[in-house]
């Protein structure tokens, strides 16, 4: 009992020091995504502005965010734009 109680922790420490890791490590943008993606609402292509981390779309004037290289093309999680 003591023996699997430990290799657990162990096991759980391992995954803590890991996504720590991750959590510190700045995963980039790769622009070669805007070939694949498009605007969810207008079915169109995106722009990206590098300088706010974004992906734009003109059409629908929505911002949407780059999270740690991940593009959350989710209408509702857009900035809208004027």
């Known amino acids: ?3 699997k ?3 657990i922790i162990e096991e759980n420490y391992l995954v803590f020091c890991f996504l720590k890791w ?3 490590k700045s995963i980039k943008f790769e622009k070669k995504i805007l070939n ?3 605007c969810p ?5 995106l722009i990206w502005d590098k300088k706010n981390n974004e992906l734009i779309s003109k059409k629908a004037k929505l ?3 780059i999270i740690n290289g991940i593009p959350i093309l989710v209408v509702e999680k857009a ?3 004027e």
């Open 5 to 7: 109680l430990q290799k």
């Open 22 to 24: 991750m959590n510190n």
């Open 79 to 81: 900035r809208r734009l």
């Open 1 to 3: 009992m003591i023996m």
């Open 41 to 45: 609402k207008t079915k169109e292509s």
């Open 63 to 65: 911002a949407y965010p």
């Open 36 to 38: 694949l993606v498009v």
